[in-house]
């Protein structure tokens, strides 16, 4: 096993097994997690292609479909963002080829298993999601067994021990209407909506406020408008206009 990499934000390289070694969770910024979770897809989907150059990076995290939200990062954002993951530990650049490019150290990075990284991969790419959109959008990266596999591995990473880093996903409120709660990565700190957010009110017999109500209409109505206009360019059609 190579030595631990150390710098001021990273306490240490983590086994590949998610067992062993106690990281420093880094704090990302929106453009990095992009960043990050594009290299992991890209990996996963077109293994030919990958590594990726800056440009095809840049492209990848600026796709109009399977990403939420749609970012429209420049050249130099994305050179940021791949710099700040590789102060991190968790981005390499790889040499031996004119152009330089770039792979993702997500699961050794983290310290956990590849189930997990798949699964937190794509909440960066997508944001917020049910256990059963996350199996059916993963499909092309990892085969999981059911909602239930998903739903453990989940829970493994909001169970994380302190010593290991801390949790790397919550679970969220469950929608005004919605059958099933979303899962929400914390990578780029706290999530707007989570258990412990000044909107969410605690009590079964208590009720949200006007705001907090509205807020997650708004919420829910924007995350089912991305889920039409990725359906819709999935399967060839025009996007839902009013």
Not at 12 to 28: E, F, K, N, Q, Y
Not at 31 to 37: E, K, N, P, Q
Not at 43 to 71: E, F, H, W
Request: glycine content about 8%; proline content about 7%; overall charge negative.
């Amino acid at each position: 096993m190579d030595e631990p990499t150390t710098t001021t934000t990273t306490a240490a390289a983590i086994d590949t097994s998610g067992t062993t070694g106690v990281p420093a969770i880094p704090l990302l910024s929106a453009a990095s997690a992009r960043v990050l979770g594009t290299l992991m897809e890209k990996a996963r989907t077109v293994p030919d292609s990958y590594p990726l150059s800056l440009n095809a990076l840049m492209q990848g995290c600026n796709q109009k479909t399977s990403r939420d939200p749609i970012m429209e990062l420049d050249e130099a954002a994305v050179a940021g963002a791949v710099e700040e993951l590789r102060e991190y530990g968790l981005a390499h650049e790889v040499s031996g080829s004119r152009t330089v490019k770039f792979t993702h150290n997500l699961q050794r990075g983290l310290g956990v298993y590849e189930q997990a990284s798949v699964l937190l991969a794509m909440l960066m790419l997508r944001g917020p999601q049910t256990a059963g959109e996350l199996r059916l959008n993963t499909e092309r990266w990892y085969k999981f067994a059911d909602i239930s596999s998903v739903e453990g591995f989940l829970e493994e990473l909001r169970e994380r021990a302190p010593a290991k880093g801390g949790p790397l996903v919550v679970l969220l409120p469950r929608l005004p209407g919605a059958r099933e709660p979303r899962w929400a990565h914390l990578l780029c700190g706290a999530v707007s909506g989570a258990p412990d957010d000044a909107l969410t009110v605690s009590g079964g017999n208590n009720s949200a406020s006007p705001v907090a109500r509205i807020a997650a209409l708004e919420q829910q109505v924007t995350h089912l408008q991305h889920t039409v206009d990725r359906l819709c360019a999935e399967l060839g059609l025009p996007p839902v206009t009013e």
